[in-house]
């Protein structure tokens, strides 16, 4: 029979659904190993051929786990609410619910037909009320929480209230949004409104005023990654910065414990250096500088207190509260001005603008250790999360202060002896601290780490600030004025929020009849008829963000089927964590973090029983597309084939890439391709159209995306699996290039005909030749080692060159070809089901044992020695690979170059330095 890959794929794709070959249990006979692929957002444009590369990768690695003995947990679901359907539900009327589902249809109709080996019996939706109950049980959790510095972790906020009762905020350490100070007498003589909003300063899940990226056309909040130079991603709308009263989440109560955890993983290094950058821990202190002339008091955070010496100006945040609080008259209509101007910019954007813009107050500050009066100005390179949202300018030591000064012509002060004010700072100076001296302090002569921990010191005891640990990581905002979203389960009684009874969960998503906000600008479940409690109180009209399903939805596969209980102590005590975790760059900070900080928190509520749920993290790279072009001929609509565009005025053009194939566009497509190309002409070479090429994102715009489902129908899924791996290192990013395609579906044609010619099978009981099992063992040898470090495109090489040398030994033997096609399972599961049943057996391929190399076979059993005359090499020959030494000279003699170097000379002496080379010295 001959190699058919759509009978073979569709026949072990029913067969692996009836038998249910995926379905995974708690088994304690066996190790557990937990592969998860971060989960799709179900887009209506369905996959393109860069999206499998990292299930594929996850799939081999599971497949060769289960092979070893390992019970494999391996699921699939989907990040199924957001904001792209929403907008498709505005702009057509059509429920999101609705649009969603199909998507994910179409979804799980392309990863089936890929051949994966997901138990699709855990398969999760977020949103499935089913699901987002236990991100609403989490979120109430977080409520009923505060986060204790002395234990270290999260307690109950009923024990909090009892300190109150007993001793007011005497003794208590808690991560909080702002430090304060009361009695139990004061404690209980506040309202109940005045206890709640007390108590919300310190819930790890809190309502606080936050400045967001409010994008008015959409009606919401948006996260950063989804606004880029000042628009929405989703619609190009203009976003600015805004003050909103939000849920958020005080994940910077987890700070240092998030970078404590990052030395426990095996994570990139470099994955690793970005969430510390993101957390930015820093050391430094805290300092006042008053307001001349006010009773107000700036608060800024420096990591060089004894720099204080070279403050020549300071600088606030466009969003700081002291901005309103100290501008002067004269300059209100100014800042104004400036506020407007840069609210459109996020704050990822404003930390990598180097363009220099401020406004000043018209306010002095006075320097806490000169007494000096020094201007305070506004400008975007500050910002409010980081710090107190104002900061010491020292532009002597600092480039981004350095670059504000000398555009706004303030003064610069050195505080080192010979220092370069270009340079960004002066620890790597030898010099000694100079002009850096008050009255009360003196740090002339210091070296830097002391004169830093000078100052700390004489600020604490003047009562001027305090030594402080500041992290840059911040708490997440937990607010969408959305629809399409996880509801709070909150509701408002006398304005003060309450929590549902957990009894009532989910809170589902009720009707509306429209997705946008109310005339009156309320979120749009504002439009929903009896949003309220059967006591009649109004729920909480906005939803959650997107990254609420996906922080613990790895927990939930463990355990999907569970209503009383997000994951049962059983299951997380079997599964523990995720072994290995794979997916995109774009996720090494927001998604992390919160995926581990969520799970940090549950670990403190003894919910899971591991600290850090991903173990290992695989980051792949990104497949890009091969862009093709015709190149038309000016003001006409005649193309001419890409070897020949020189001769003439030419424009490039994108062509759709389906309609190429090698290079060579089908003209008769392109000319149905569109309207106006159907009378189109052109100027071949060799008889064919040659496009040109190029090395693009894969977008429709380019009309370079490529359907895995057409490379499924025409080459195989096998031969797609296999391919993607090809193309190069998993984490590296690699043009996809349909060329050559055809070479990996030849050598699984190869790789058939050693089982089969046409309808007969060829497999015999007779034992391997040395040479074939050398072949095969080197091949277990390397595939093993090649999938425990995921360099799956050596391994695809290793199997061409394995098949090859079988081929040409005429190698039909059960002994090399068994293992052959259990090293080639987690690959190509479809052919490798297929041979293994032809090989007689009637359990699946997935089930048989990891083959184990023999290092005997290994042993070469001959070596080849160069034969040089007189220090050129001349010949080769093959000897023994332990013949001695009298022998190699023999055989070097022997062979029938030797008389050519010989003759008419002397032999003086041979030299042999065994298993490289022989050198005869003739004169």
């Given at each position: ?18 038998h ?24 209506g ?22 092979l ?38 179409r ?11 997901y ?15 236990w ?22 906020v ?58 008015p ?12 130079e ?48 993101w ?12 307001i001349?002339?006010?009773d ?98 020292v ?27 270009s ?14 001296a ?24 003047k ?118 975790y ?37 980051n ?23 070897g ?45 159209y040659?496009?040109?090429?190029a ?33 190069g ?66 391994s ?20 090399a ?94 030299i ?12």
């Amino acid at each position: 029979m001959e190699y058919n890959h759509k009978e073979i794929e569709s026949r072990w794709q029913q067969y692996w659904k009836d038998h249910k070959t995926y379905k995974t249990e708690i088994d304690r006979s066996r190790p557990k190993y937990y592969v998860l692929d971060m989960f799709p957002y179900p887009s209506g444009a369905g996959l393109h051929v860069g999206h499998p590369l990292g299930y594929i990768a996850s799939d081999i690695y599971s497949r060769y786990k289960r092979l070893n003995g390992f019970n494999v947990l391996h699921p699939m679901g989907y990040d199924s609410y957001g904001l792209p359907a929403e907008q498709y539900a505005i702009q057509t009327g059509q429920h999101p619910e609705k649009t969603t589902f199909e998507n994910i249809d179409r979804y799980r109709s392309q990863l089936d037909k890929i051949g994966f080996c997901y138990d699709w019996d855990r398969e999760i939706r977020t949103c499935d009320p089913s699901y987002y109950k236990w991100t609403q049980w989490a979120f109430m959790k977080m409520y009923e929480h505060y986060y204790d510095r002395n234990a270290d972790k999260a307690m109950p906020v009923v024990d909090l209230i009892a300190h109150f009762e007993k001793s007011g905020t005497e003794g208590v350490n808690a991560a909080c949004g702002k430090d304060m100070e009361f009695t139990a007498e004061e404690w209980k003589g506040m309202s109940p409104k005045e206890k709640s909003d007390t108590l919300m300063n310190y819930r790890i899940a809190f309502l606080a005023d936050t400045m967001v990226n409010w994008c008015p056309k959409l009606g919401t909040v948006l996260a950063n990654d989804e606004v880029s130079e000042g628009v929405s991603l989703r619609g190009g709308y203009p976003v600015e910065q805004k003050l909103m009263y939000q849920w958020c989440l005080r994940v910077s109560a987890y700070a240092q414990r998030l970078l404590d955890g990052l030395d426990t993983i095996d994570w990139t290094d470099s994955l690793k250096e970005t969430q510390r950058n993101w957390i930015g821990r820093s050391e430094g202190a805290e300092m006042r500088f008053p307001i001349d002339g006010s009773d107000v008091e700036l608060e800024i955070f420096t990591t060089r207190a004894d720099t204080v010496f070279g403050v020549t100006f300071m600088v606030l945040a466009p969003e700081s509260v002291y901005v309103d609080m100290i501008t002067t008259p004269e300059q209100r209509g100014a800042v104004d001005a400036y506020l407007d101007e840069v609210k459109h910019k996020t704050e990822r954007e404003r930390m990598i603008d180097k363009k220099v813009s401020g406004v000043f107050t018209g306010a002095y500050a006075v320097n806490p250790l000169t007494g000096k009066n020094i201007p305070v100005w506004v400008s975007d390179y500050v910002l409010a999360g980081y710090g107190t949202g104002a900061i010491m300018a020292v532009p002597a030591h600092d480039s981004r202060d350095y670059a504000f000064a000398r555009h706004f012509n303030l003064p610069v002060i050195p505080l080192i002896e010979g220092a370069d004010v270009s340079e960004e700072s002066f620890d790597a100076k030898s010099g000694k601290m100079i002009n850096s001296a008050s009255a009360e302090l003196d740090l002339n002569g210091m070296e830097v780490k002391d004169a830093i921990a000078t100052t700390k010191k004489f600020i604490e005891e003047k009562g001027i600030g305090k030594v402080k640990v500041n992290y840059r990581l911040r708490d997440a905002i937990f607010s969408r004025q959305r629809y399409w979203g996880e509801p709070f389960p909150v509701y408002y009684k006398d304005g003060i929020p309450t929590l549902l009874p957990e009894e009532s969960l989910p809170l589902e998503l009720p009707e509306v009849d429209k997705f946008l906000p109310t005339e009156t600008g309320e979120p749009p479940l504002g439009r929903a008829k009896n949003w309220k409690t059967a006591e009649g109180y109004p729920l909480e009209l906005n939803t959650m963000p997107g990254f609420a399903g996906s922080s613990a939805y790895y927990l939930r596969y463990m355990d999907p089927k569970n209503d009383n209980a997000l994951v049962s102590e059983e299951a997380d005590g079997y599964w523990q964590d995720v072994d290995l975790y794979i997916g995109g760059t774009e996720h090494a900070t927001g998604h992390l973090i919160y995926s581990r900080f969520w799970n940090k928190f549950l670990y403190d509520l003894g919910v899971v029983c591991r600290d850090e749920p991903f173990r290992k993290l695989v980051n792949q790279g990104m497949i890009q597309g091969r862009s093709n072009f015709v190149y038309r001929i000016k003001d006409t609509n005649t193309f001419v084939s890409a070897g020949l565009r020189k001769e003439y005025d030419t424009t490039p053009i994108h062509v759709d890439v389906n309609i190429v194939s090698n290079d060579v566009l089908d003209t008769e497509k392109f000319r149905a391709w569109r309207p106006e190309f159907k009378d189109a002409e052109f100027i071949l070479e060799d008889g064919k159209y040659v496009c040109g090429y190029a090395v693009e994102k894969m977008s429709k715009s380019m009309f370079n995306v490529v359907n895995p489902d057409d490379i499924v129908e025409r080459y195989g899924a096998d031969t797609l699996r296999l391919y993607e791996m090809f193309l190069g290192p998993i984490e590296a990013s690699k043009p996809w290039d349909t060329n050559g395609i055809d070479g990996v579906n030849r050598f699984l044609r190869k790789l058939w005909s050693l089982f089969y010619k046409g309808d007969n099978l060829l497999v015999s009981d007779e034992s391997a030749s040395k040479d074939a099992l050398k072949a095969v063992h080197k091949l277990i040898k390397k595939v093993t080692a090649d999938i425990e470090s995921f360099s799956y495109n050596t391994s695809v090489a290793a199997f061409m060159i394995c098949v090859n040398e079988l081929t040409q030994l005429k190698c039909h033997s059960r002994e090399a070809l068994e293992p052959l096609v259990v090293l080639i399972a987690p690959f190509a599961p479809h052919i490798a089901e297929e041979l293994w049943h032809a090989l007689g057996h009637d359990t699946t391929v997935c089930d048989a044992k990891w083959p184990v190399h023999n290092e005997e076979y290994l042993v070469e059993s001959t070596v080849t020695m160069a034969v040089s005359f007189n220090g050129k090499a001349r010949y080769n020959i093959q000897v023994p690979a332990d013949a001695p030494r009298e022998e190699i000279e023999k055989i070097a003699l022997a062979h029938e170059g030797a008389a050519k170097w010989i003759e008419g000379k002397q032999i003086r002496k041979i030299i042999v330095v065994p298993g490289k080379i022989v050198n005869i010295v003739v004169g």
